[in-house]
């Protein structure tokens, strides 16, 4: 594998040219191989629910899934970590409100780690929990990163970490500098382009991973930047790391399609792919209730004219790609591309159903009946 030329997924001045250059990046490089049939036959998957987890869930705010099966899933609510065996057996509460070990005050994210698990919390810190599911110790987010230059990848963002590898190196998403987008929310600083690094646990920068570039155009503000907020179906970049933070992907969306790179945690390629898809135009009543809030903030704001070809971006534990797709059937689509590059097919999910953790052979989702009361169901994918 060859690293990507890093002037082939920075500073794009539009999203179009972004499409472009990517695609013309990747193959001056050698490395987008021609697109194989199966990425673009729409071969169907079919999805049959193996497990379903019913618990006292009020809000499924993440989940992740070990190497062993174990289920993690974060109810925000009551700010407690739920572990379930791989058959659903209950095995363990942890957590509860506070600012001492093993407590949160916001719990974010969890994922996994070669310690066990993780859990992120809006006092700026990550808790280690060790495999037999106890507290191990606290990480503090870097506020500072040490070993860059001045007009280093760092801006004024904080840094938020999505992955713990060995030795307690971190994997962060930070803002770069200098952006033109107000950092007004945690929404609007999403946009502001995200820059993936990895770092010491005390803060000292180890290595950049990639980047995407920002999308001003994703965001609607007031002359003052007061107010502030996202543009719906704005076509903007994705990208996002798989549970224990050993890939990342990238994803970015043109006229036509997107393209996506898939990295590991040195920043090696591991994949590049173009997708081709059909575009629908937005109907005007539906553009008139999408726009209304961000017309109201910036009037004359321009606005999307057609669906975003991609919506989400999941990375699977495997090293696979999950790709929301704009359908206009109910339920979503997904693109699933295995972890080598390879297309295996598109995956239709259910109403009311959250993908949140996937690998080629299954699905990990969050489901909500009709009292809007969440359920984990875990789903065998065939071809």
């Known amino acids: 594998m060859r690293l990507l030329p890093r002037s082939s997924i920075l500073r794009f001045p539009d999203q179009r040219s972004a499409h472009i250059a990517l695609t013309l990046g990747l193959a001056a490089s050698g490395i987008l191989a021609p697109l194989q049939s199966a990425l673009t036959q729409d071969r169907k998957l079919t ?11 009020v809000f499924v705010s993440s989940l992740t899934v070990d190497p062993a099966g174990r289920i993690a899933a974060l109810e925000w609510n009551d700010k407690e970590l739920h572990f379930f065996a791989p058959d659903g ?28 698990f ?20 606290n990480i503090r987010f870097p506020i500072t990163i040490a070993g860059l230059k001045p007009d280093g990848l760092v801006g004024p963002g904080v840094p938020f970490i999505v992955g713990v590898g060995k030795g307690d190196t971190l994997l962060l998403k930070v803002n770069p500098p200098r952006s033109k987008i107000p950092f007004i ?11 993936f690094i990895v770092t ?13 570039p920002a999308a001003p155009d994703c965001v609607a503000a007031t002359p003052d930047n007061k107010r502030a907020g996202v543009i719906a179906m704005c076509a903007g970049p994705i990208a996002a790391a798989n549970p224990d933070g050993t890939r990342i992907g990238f994803l970015l969306q043109g006229p036509s399609g997107y393209a996506i790179r898939m990295v590991d945690s040195k920043g090696v390629v591991q994949f590049a792919r173009t997708v081709v898809t059909p575009m629908e135009k937005i109907p005007a009543g539906v553009a008139d209730t999408l726009f209304e809030d961000v017309r109201n903030i910036q009037p004359g704001v321009k606005v999307p004219e057609l669906y975003p070809p991609a919506e989400r971006l999941v990375i699977g534990r495997d090293g696979s790609a999950w790709v929301l797709e704009h359908q ?26 959250r993908l949140m953790v996937a690998d080629v052979g299954h699905i990990w989702a969050v489901a909500k009946d009709e009292d809007d009361l969440p359920s984990i169901v875990r789903y065998v994918v065939r071809g």
């Open 185 to 195: 929310s945690l929404i609007t600083m999403g946009r502001a382009g995200e820059v």
């Open 47 to 57: 999805v049959t629910p193996e497990l379903r987890i019913r618990d006292d869930f």
């Open 89 to 116: 057996t209950p095995l363990k509460r942890f957590g509860r409100t506070g600012e001492g070990p093993g407590e949160f005050t916001r719990p974010l994210t969890v994922g996994v780690s070669p310690h066990g």
């Open 328 to 353: 206009a059937t109910p339920g979503t689509r997904w693109r699933v591309i295995g972890p080598h590059g390879e297309g295996i097919g598109i995956v239709t999910l259910p109403p009311r159903v």
């Open 200 to 212: 010491t646990r005390d803060g000292r920068f180890v290595r950049s991973i990639g980047s995407t």
């Open 118 to 137: 993780w859990a992120t919390d809006a006092a700026m810190r990550a808790t280690l929990i060790s495999p037999a599911l106890t507290f191990e110790r």
